[in-house]
């Protein structure tokens, strides 16, 4: 396909888009082509600028400079509305559905022309079936799997016969099955005419599927290039400037159980939260154990519980380095030794409005200095945010800079420091690396990995199954509030963990349980 | 037209600029309000604010009227700071002068040297005692503390009509609505004799610098303040938000509830139907103009507190109505509101160059990540 499109015209082209905003250009003189039927992948890092330059394109934003070319001819796109109507549709990495209204109902909100309910239903069904988006129509979203929401938003985008859909991070919320079946329905539709933009930092997934790439780095295109010619190392070379780094991991035998948590139900008063089911999960010196899972199937409920934020059911029995501690509140957890870096960095992690310095304080324990009889000891949390800053790498205006200032990336960093300098027993981290640059990512899974060889016991939930088969002695799934036993990296695979994600191992669990 | 864009941080010069844009417009805003009236405004700014500090008295007066003002804006300020609104320092002012109030009719027989200090404990523990209420209601069932903190201050105003219309009533007091004098033995010592000012504003002062360094130097300082900024990292954190709401609300309290008693057993010696010209709403706008920090309060106070000594010149010597102070309140507070955005917005001069095809309105400013 990618030699017949190189003849036909563009149906879309940027030309030297630059777009800054008060503290980062996020856009320098971005070109850009799309051919008709192509899947064309835009690659780059967090805070490479890809959704600054997809918001251009769809009218949510503004460019500074340089134009807008759709079939030729040049476009002044104000609104998404205008881009709808000139035939581009996009689906955003988060979905703004209502969770309490039917799928008919959400779609028809979107929609930019009345059309009659009856006749929505059959033209919802027409498309879903046409594309292989299976979708019943009068579900309610509230009680659909993120999957499914990504296909209402898909077939809301596909009613208004778009000529460019712009899909941004897809696959985040997707296991890999559904990435395969998601890559058929963008081959079917770029087979029909439609251009695809495919936003993606996953090098296989964009080797796997596009026809061509441009490669963002800081703002400016790095080179574009045919993936499919391309090896990971090369397109890595050009998104992050250098080679992708490696973990060293050696092997390892864990020692005693320093965190156990059996027989954990948690019935949740959110009606969208999920209730947690008979949970058991052991975590020993000297081990990563992983969680894998798609987010919404009770990760953050069960990381509520277990660092105390949400108080713990009778009838469960949580251990931390051996001492029993269903009822202690957070921070004295964390006097246990039970450190935990939360997935919402901004707010929960951090505050925005506070500088490093004051946010080093915030999850200060027994006997590490930074408060004695009550007071605060400045010099103390000073040296101390310092020495974070420094050993982390975290780029920032000092000490003294707003949490708020820092890319999410960086932050992480400074959270994550934050949390192993104060000398954890158990470290429980959410979503490690989601947000942050490989290069930063790196540093942080370098990090835990240390810790385990220290003999922290070590607990990290992702969504990047790639990145839990690279750090962890052993990885249990989540879905639908149920864990499933942690059976050791090596002995399993992506594709039964994959399977397993959507709930495949409540009936393999008996015969697992004796593996593990 | 230039229009407002987000800044990177939030200005520091603005945060401090801002309360001195506000001054400076409210008195350009008084100077029309005076030449309107056919007032010479140059005239009137003398009797309005320099007039009152030009005599020993009048300095007392000065201070004496921002005691209440320094009591209720530091307690407001350290609930503020925590994002536990209490409006109704109102009411626990008016609380605390009815508990101490009710001490110092009990033993109105008693001459004793333990009488103020009693007193001054019912202060605080009235006030406390009132504000306790929307703690409780706002951590056991989630109200409203605004609302709840605003509708108990009628209450207190009302049980306090009660009180002196009736069990309360001077029995010599010929029928007027107020009870008996208090004695010496319970009624504050005055500073320096001739002027009214009382311990009282030295007791705010001790206040004003115990407040700073708890703000400041001690971890449950810390605590309240990242509370206030970021009630899921304090969740995350361990810090408790009942504690808050309970330390917030029981501190700005116990503060208002002193005043009160300051208030009741210092200039006016009794208890009457109305002890108060709004000492406790006025805290709020002290507590803001002051900028939360204990310091702004104490500077914001005696600014208050010329307003409401310059209202009264004003009514004396140019026959200005008295809501003139308020009038002022208000206006203060409208500007410092206003000039506020300028710490989180800059304006943005409207794009001068070549591309003048793009004409739209403003955009929502997208986040970039």
């Not at chain 1, 460019?63 to 807008?68: E, N, Q």
């Not at chain 1, 696959?171 to 329905?185: D, H, N, R």
Request: hydrophobic content about 45%; glycine content about 10%; charged content about 15%.
């Amino acid at each position: 396909m990618s030699t017949d499109t190189q003849t036909k015209l563009p149906r879309l082209e940027l030309v030297g888009i630059t777009k800054a905003y008060p503290s980062v250009i996020a856009n320098q003189d971005v070109n850009l082509v799309v051919r008709p039927g192509e899947i064309h992948a835009v690659l780059g890092e967090n805070g490479a600028g890809k959704s600054t330059l997809m918001k251009i394109i769809y009218g949510v934003t503004k460019p500074d400079s340089g134009s807008v070319l759709w079939d030729n001819r040049e476009v002044h796109i104000e609104s998404p509305a205008q881009a709808r109507k000139i035939g581009i549709g996009m689906v955003f990495q988060h979905f703004s559905l209502f969770e309490t209204l039917t799928v008919a109902e959400n779609i028809s909100l979107a929609l930019d022309s009345a059309i009659a309910p009856h006749e929505l239903v059959q033209r919802i069904e027409e498309v879903s079936q046409q594309y292989g988006l299976p979708i019943d129509p009068h579900r309610l979203i509230h009680s659909m799997s993120v999957g499914e929401r990504q296909r209402v938003e898909i077939v809301r985008c596909l009613l208004n016969n778009p000529r460019l859909l712009i899909m941004d991070e897809p696959t985040s919320v997707l296991t890999p099955q559904a990435v395969l079946k998601l890559f058929e329905t963008l081959r079917r539709l770029a087979a029909e005419g439609c251009s695809i933009l495919y936003i993606s930092h996953k090098l296989d997934e964009i080797q796997a599927l596009c026809d061509k790439a441009t490669i963002l780095r800081g703002g400016r295109v790095t080179g574009t290039a045919i993936p499919s010619q391309e090896t990971r190392e090369s397109l890595a070379q050009m998104m992050i400037g250098r080679s992708l780094p490696e973990c060293q991991m050696a092997p390892k035998m864990p020692a005693e159980t320093r965190l156990r948590v059996h027989q954990l139900n948690l019935s949740t008063i959110d009606p969208f939260g999920t209730t947690l089911k008979n949970i058991n999960l052991d975590v020993r010196s000297g081990e990563v154990v992983g969680i894998a899972g798609i987010s919404g199937n009770g990760q953050k409920e069960l990381m509520a519980a277990l660092s105390g934020e949400q108080p713990m059911p009778k009838g469960t029995t949580t251990q931390i380095c051996g001492v029993w501690a269903d009822r202690l509140s957070p921070g004295q957890r964390r006097d246990l030794g039970l450190r935990f870096v939360p997935e919402e960095r901004l707010g929960r992690g951090a505050v925005p409005s506070m500088s490093l310095r004051l946010n080093a304080l915030l999850t200060t324990g027994a006997g590490d200095g930074l408060v004695n009889y009550g007071l605060i000891s400045y010099a103390h949390v000073r040296s101390f945010a310092r020495d974070v800053i420094e050993k982390f790498n975290v780029k920032c205006g000092g000490d003294e800079a707003l949490a708020s200032s820092l890319s999410g990336g960086n932050l992480q960093k400074f959270i994550v420091g934050r949390e192993i300098s104060l000398q954890p027993k158990v470290m429980i981290v959410a979503q490690p690396t989601w947000g942050v640059d490989v290069g930063a990512a790196q540093i942080i899974r370098q990090a835990l990995i240390e810790l385990r060889n220290q003999g922290v016991a070590v607990l990290v939930v992702s969504e990047e199954l790639e990145e839990l088969f690279m750090i962890c002695d052993r990885i249990a799934v989540i879905a639908e509030g149920r864990l499933s036993p942690a059976i050791p990296a090596s002995e399993t695979s992506v594709e039964k963990i994959g399977l397993w994600m959507s709930g495949a191992f409540v009936e393999a669990k008996v015969e697992e349980v004796q593996h593990a | 037209m230039p229009r407002l864009e987000r800044r990177a941080q939030p200005s520091r010069v603005m945060m401090f600029a801002s309360p001195l844009i506000a001054a400076v417009l409210m008195l350009m805003t008084g100077y029309i309000l005076f030449s309107i009236m056919g007032k010479e405004p140059l005239h009137a700014f003398w009797v309005f604010f320099i007039k009152p500090l030009t005599t020993t008295y009048g300095i007392g007066e000065w201070l004496l009227k921002s005691t209440p003002l320094i009591l209720c804006g530091i307690g407001l300020a350290i609930g503020f700071r925590a994002r536990v609104f209490n409006i109704g320092a109102e009411g626990q002012f008016t609380m605390g002068a009815i508990a101490a109030g009710g001490v110092a009719l009990y033993f109105y027989n008693t001459d004793a040297v333990w009488i103020l200090p009693l007193m001054m404990l019912a202060g605080v523990l009235g006030g406390m005692a009132w504000a306790a209420i929307p703690a409780f209601l706002r951590t056991r069932f989630n109200t409203n503390e605004i609302l709840v903190t605003l509708m108990l201050v009628y209450v207190a105003q009302l049980f306090l009509g009660y009180l002196v219309q009736g069990p309360w009533r001077d029995p010599e007091g010929f029928n007027f609505p107020q009870s008996r004098m208090f004695t010496d033995s319970e009624t504050m010592p005055v500073l320096v004799e001739g002027l009214r000012v009382n311990w009282a504003f030295i007791v705010a002062l001790v206040l004003v610098a115990v407040s700073w360094f708890f703000s400041f130097k001690m971890f449950a300082g810390f605590r309240m303040e990242v509370s206030g900024q970021a009630p899921d990292a304090a969740r995350y954190a361990g810090f408790s938000e009942k504690r808050n709401v309970w330390f917030a609300l029981l501190i700005s309290g116990g503060l208002a509830g002193f005043a009160g008693m300051a208030e009741v057993a210092g200039p006016i010696g009794q208890l009457q139907p109305i002890i108060s010209p709004g000492y406790g709403f006025a805290a709020i706008i002290v507590a803001y103009v002051g900028r939360l920090h204990p310091l702004g309060v104490l500077l914001a106070s005696l600014l208050l507190s010329l307003l409401y000594l310059g209202g009264e010149t004003a009514q004396m010597d140019l026959n200005l109505p008295s809501a003139i102070t308020g009038l002022f309140q208000g206006i203060l507070l409208f500007y410092l509101l206003a000039a506020d955005i300028f710490i989180h917005y800059r304006l943005k001069p409207s794009p001068s160059d070549s591309r003048t095809t793009i004409t739209s309105p403003p955009e929502p400013e997208g986040d970039i990540t």
